[in-house]
């Protein structure tokens, strides 16, 4: 943050807005959103001493100076010139007015209606538009803050942590895309009333005599695991299962319908998204969107190897929603293989045969979350893949995987804790009941609840610095692919 140097008998130097102080004279009021990118940019590269904002933070007059900048900002929709001109020249101004801004925006929703009726209602508009609120992004996107980490600090650690409704995101990455989905697609408005949102896991794989195992030999060995659909009746079975399985997603409650890595291909995406079309949903049908799971999908004819690509589809179109791809290979170890029966694999170790994906990662803004999608091994690549995703603070994560029956406290678990601590992500994870553990009378049994094929992690109470434990659940399908396993996550 640029300070004045002041010397007696000699006038602060004065600059323009564009370089950080100082006011146009021809312009009496700014941006909101503009100015909070400006300045928070600006103390993010200069940040205020600890103490200071400690005590500003604890000061009666800076908060009440900060209720009045607030209180105009509602009113007006903009920030007056002098504001930003004391800002521009001194450190706690500008601390005052970030804050003051911040709590403005407190008041405006911009998923379903709004609280605010006044001026700052058109950044609902502008959010819509460009998925931001700041029009200039040269300094980054100004998004509304709508998760906060699992263990925060009651008295803030970073400059950042004193703003609790917006936070400033810089420059994404190539490899992020952030989406807005159009409200024919998104949630409807009724579910604002909802404090919880149902997601339903279904397992879909039964056993790996409904797979296609291979094992492919090149110039280090592969495996290839998908659904199978080149058998007399594959196809027909397959059928009979997704309309089982929307039926029991349609009976559940649930809102989302998640299936689990390997769980898709290309004539069963394109079942899926017919069997969506065509079929009415019932009218206590809850259900607005199925991730139909995972798997080798068709993107160049002529590539040797396919993405292992997830699909979000809209519940009564079949439209996709959401496309995401993994980015981080499986490899499976020689005594994986042996304890997950695939003795058509053996002997390891072998790497996933998949195609490197480039097309980075989406996040998917929605009316009732922040939503990312990882699959299997990226969920456990928080300082990788899952780097450019935190980011974005998302607020649900769905995790597709393929691996035995998920155990409390192994890698899932501990991986979704991660997210919830440092982001306050909520995360529900999906496996099928394809894969069963070998016996072995070395290993510890599993205690009664402690294993099941569908996990939620998320943050026990949502807000800046309450959210101090994480609530774990598990479900088991029970060995039926087609059996709905109903978890509530919170609406953010």
């Given at each position: 943050m640029r300070r004045a140097r002041i010397n007696p008998g000699r006038s602060p130097r004065r600059e323009r807005w564009a370089d950080g102080g100082g006011v146009d004279q021809d312009v009496t009021s700014y941006d909101p959103a503009e100015v909070f990118a400006r300045f928070a940019a600006r103390m993010r590269q200069e940040p205020p001493q600890r103490l200071r904002l400690s005590r500003w933070r604890a000061?009666?007059?800076?908060?009440?100076?900060?209720?009045?900048?607030?209180?105009?900002?509602?009113?007006?929709?903009?920030?007056?010139?002098?504001?930003?001109?004391?800002?521009?020249w001194n450190e706690r101004n500008a601390y005052v007015l970030l804050c003051a801004i911040d709590r403005a925006f407190a008041t405006l929703d911009p998923y379903v209606g709004t609280r605010h009726q006044g001026e700052l209602r058109r950044f609902r508009t502008t959010f819509r538009r460009l998925r931001r609120y700041n029009k200039d992004g040269t300094d980054g996107a100004v998004l509304p803050r709508r998760s906060f980490p699992a263990r925060p600090q009651q008295i803030p650690d970073h400059e950042a942590d004193h703003f609790h409704s917006l936070m400033l995101v810089p420059a994404l990455p190539a490899d992020v895309r952030f989406r807005y989905l159009h409200p024919e697609f998104d949630f409807p408005e009724r579910t604002r009333a909802e404090t919880d949102i149902a997601v339903g896991c279904v397992p879909f794989l039964a056993s790996t005599d409904e797979l296609d195992i291979t094992r492919i030999e090149d110039a280090e060995p592969w495996y290839s695991i998908k659904a199978r659909t080149t058998c007399r009746g594959d196809i027909a079975r397959w059928q009979q299962r997704i309309s089982q399985v929307l039926a029991n997603l349609d009976d559940s409650g649930a809102h989302i319908g998640v299936l689990p890595e390997l769980a898709l291909t290309d004539e069963l995406l394109d079942r899926w998204q017919k069997h969506l079309l065509a079929t009415p949903r019932t009218p206590a049908s809850n259900l607005e969107w199925v991730l139909v799971g995972t798997g080798p999908l068709t993107i160049d004819q002529d590539a040797e190897q396919s993405p292992n690509r997830a699909v979000l589809l809209h519940r009564d179109t079949g439209r996709t929603l959401m496309t995401q791809?993994?980015?981080?290979?499986?490899?499976?170890?020689?005594?994986?293989i042996h304890d997950w029966q695939l003795t058509a694999l053996a002997p390891g170790p072998l790497t996933e045969w998949m195609h490197d994906s480039r097309d980075g990662h989406e996040v998917l803004e929605t009316r009732i979350a922040r939503l990312a999608i990882l699959i299997c091994e990226d969920v456990s690549r928080l300082l990788t893949v899952g780097a450019a995703v935190a980011g974005l603070a998302p607020t649900l994560l769905l995790v597709p995987v393929f691996a035995p029956p998920i155990l409390r406290y192994r890698w899932q678990h501990t991986a979704a804790e991660q997210f919830a601590h440092n982001t306050g992500s909520a995360t529900v994870v999906a496996t099928s009941c394809a894969i069963t553990l070998r016996p072995d009378p070395h290993r510890p049994p599993v205690a009664a609840g402690d294993s099941g094929t569908a996990l939620v992690l998320m943050p026990h109470q949502p807000g800046p610095s309450d959210t101090w434990s994480i609530d774990v659940r598990l479900g088991d399908a029970c060995g039926d692919p087609t059996r709905v396993v109903v978890l509530p996550v919170p609406r953010s």
């Open positions: 000061s009666e007059s800076v908060q009440h100076h900060i209720e009045r900048i607030m209180q105009s900002i509602v009113e007006s929709g903009v920030v007056a010139a002098e504001q930003v001109d004391e800002a521009g791809d993994k980015r981080s290979p499986f490899t499976m170890t020689d005594q994986q």
